[in-house]
């Protein structure tokens, strides 16, 4: 993970749906080691704005921009640096949780091995389970498969939607311990979490839907 020149700006950010808007005026500066709660009430656009952030939707007005430049023109740079944890993530469910984190790592253009992925799905307590298909995989479980291809990237920027969702006790405190230890390496990570997040310092921004 290179966090060499990094920062994430939003300026006077503004998202609507249809004709309605939903939040604006969002802004923050993200750098190495910073991290930023998105918080809201349900349909304040809290998701509309990770996707903004993550370059997977426009802003209605203001700016989003990666070192400098828009997203819209960051390009590369900005897809290499940011990894996207959503509610409808490009999964396979015949494919085993290894399957899916191989072929996922080889379409984010960092290859990984099967000795390599099956460390990765142990990390986020998958032990045991990466040879079944997701299909028979709990809420949970495929939640976990999911945050083990966030942490494949190797991305500098983690952009987590609702992170800590159908997860256990067990498993709320293994993502908050692989966001602090992505932080302290450096990275910097976006979060929306109707839980309390067991993180120092931080920025938040409230949406008022």
Request: aromatic residues 4%.
């Amino acid at each position: 993970m290179s966090t060499a020149g990094h920062e994430l700006r939003a300026e006077a950010v503004e998202g609507r749906r249809g004709t309605r808007t939903l939040f604006r005026g969002v802004g923050f500066t993200l750098g190495a080691g910073d991290w930023l709660h998105v918080r809201g009430a349900n349909g304040a656009g809290k998701t509309t704005l990770l996707r903004v952030l993550a370059g997977l939707a426009r802003p209605s007005a203001g700016s989003v921009q990666w070192n400098g430049v828009e997203l819209a023109r960051a390009g590369e740079s900005w897809r290499g640096a940011m990894a996207y944890f959503g509610h409808h993530a490009g999964v396979k469910d015949d494919l085993s949780a290894l399957e899916n984190l191989c072929l996922g790592a080889a379409l984010d253009g960092r290859a990984i091995d099967e000795r390599a992925a099956a460390a990765t799905l142990w990390r986020v307590g998958l032990r045991g389970r990466e040879s079944l298909p997701l299909r028979v995989l709990s809420q949970g479980q495929r939640r976990r498969a999911l945050l083990a291809r966030v942490l494949a990237r190797g991305a500098s920027v983690w952009i987590l939607d609702e992170p800590f969702a159908a997860l256990d006790t067990g498993g709320v405190e293994m993502v908050g311990t692989l966001v602090a230890e992505h932080l302290r390496a450096g990275g910097s990570a976006v979060l929306t979490s109707h839980q309390p997040i067991a993180l120092r310092g931080g920025q938040s921004v409230e949406l008022a839907g």
